[in-house]
Every structure is written in C-alpha cells, then in structure tokens.
C-alpha cells in the first residue's frame, strides 16, 4: 500500500489592526455615495472611528485584558454613539452606516462584508452566560432600527427591513420583514454588488390588507347586484396571486390558510 503524504496545511494569517482598518475605510467609498475621499471617511465618519477603536479594544480583550478594552469602549461610546462591546467577533470590511445608535452585544459574531445601518441592535435575550448575542454571516446588510435578539444566525447575503425584530434563525439570501420578522422573499439578484434598495422590500402584511379590502368590495357589489361571488382561489384584482386569505375553525381554534 502506498502511503499519501499531504503538505502541511499553511494556517491562515490573521490581518494586523491597521490592514483591517484600512478595509473598513476601504469599504466606505464603495458602498456610500457620499464618501468623496479616504479623509473624510477617516475624520468624519463616526462608525468608522467606532469600529477602529473597537479593534483596538477587542485586541486587547483576547490577550486576556478586561478593565481597559471596556473603558476604550466606553470612551468610543460617548465619542460616536455606537456600543461594540470588546469581546465581540467581527470580520473585515464592516461598515456602520450613519453610526448612531447601534448596539453591538459581547457574545455577537459577524462576518466579513457586513453593513448595519443606524439604530441596529445585535442583542441578546437572557441573563445566563455563554452565547447569547446573534451570528451575522458575510454580505449580510442589516437595515435602519432592526433588532436582531437571541442566540441565532442570519445566513449568508440576507437581508433586513428596515425596523424589524428578528428572534428566529434567517436562511442565506433571505429577506425578513415585519415583527416579529418573518421571511418574504429571496434576495434579488444585482449586478451592482451591494443590494441597497430597501425601498422594494415586499410587504406582506399590506398585500393581505389589499386583498381583504378587494374582496369585501366583491361581497358588496355581489349583494347589491344579487350575483354569485367569486371563488375563494380567484385573483383579488390587487395582483395576479390568489388571495389565500386565512380562515378559522370554530371547533378548533385553529386559523386555517387556503392553499
């Protein structure tokens, strides 16, 4: 028998303070519009001066340090209004938009290509130790005012609404929407890197409004002409979809959703 011999596996090199700095910079001028020039994201920009005292802090933490990184943290707090605690994980290239309000829990992990907006909470939903703080993988952007709460992850290239609470663990590429946050659709494709249009986020709720209310006008004009009504899986007349609105059994209790 033939012995295979593998080389040694090269262990990866961890970026220096100042490399992943110069990324977050980096990162600025590619996903904010109104980023002129590398000066202005450094001097400016209070996520970025949150996140660079973050690193230094949390440097510190993982040599074993407590007192210090916290009082960095404390210090950037008051400077920018963003609460990274030390002992968080987070990956290169991270970007806080607007850097007001976020909250950043210890136990909390992010990976690489990351964006939150202002308002973000990464928070966790118990007093006892260990993880309690949510996972973000990469690409994930994380809109305006959501709470991402509990123990959880947020898959590869999701997406959150803007105002969201999320307590439920999210597929990679999904879209959530709504409180608690419920998954709408797939991430759209783009060809233009970062998918930043929240604007065409579905709204689930309202649709079923919509068709709610087009139905009771269907009830309406049914009675006053004396006609038959249109069947349960016709169109709504709001879009193309049945209206598959929720029915509930009296014996039950149950709401039942029509297929």
Not at 124 to 153: C, D, E
């Amino acid at each position: 028998m033939l012995a295979v011999t593998t080389a040694p596996s090269t262990p990866s090199r961890t970026p220096g303070w100042w490399s992943l700095v110069r990324g977050d910079v980096a990162c600025v001028l590619s996903r904010d519009p109104a980023a002129r020039n590398r000066l202005e994201v450094w001097t400016i920009y209070p996520g970025v001066q949150a996140v660079a005292l973050y690193r230094l802090a949390h440097a510190l933490w993982v040599c074993g340090w407590r007192f210090l990184p916290r009082f960095i943290s404390y210090v950037a707090r008051w400077l920018t209004n963003v609460d990274i605690h030390p002992g968080a994980r987070i990956g290169e290239r991270f970007f806080i938009d607007h850097g007001a309000c976020v909250v950043i829990g210890e136990t909390a992990e992010i990976g690489d290509d990351v964006t939150l907006y202002h308002g973000v909470t990464l928070g966790g939903t118990t007093w006892n130790p260990g993880k309690r703080h949510p996972t973000l993988g990469n690409g994930v952007v994380v809109g305006a005012g959501a709470k991402i709460l509990g123990p959880i992850s947020v898959g590869d290239g999701a997406r959150v609404a803007a105002n969201s609470v999320v307590i439920d663990a999210v597929p990679r590429g999904a879209t959530v929407v709504g409180i608690p946050g419920r998954v709408v659709a797939p991430r759209r494709p783009t060809t233009h890197g970062f998918d930043l249009d929240h604007h065409l986020i579905p709204d689930p709720v309202g649709k079923a409004i919509a068709c709610v209310l087009d139905r009771l006008a269907q009830l309406e004009r049914a009675q006053a002409a004396g006609a038959g009504l249109a069947s349960a899986d016709a169109a709504c007349g709001q879009c193309d979809d049945p209206c598959a609105l929720p029915s509930f059994d009296l014996k039950t209790g149950v709401t039942v959703h029509q297929e």
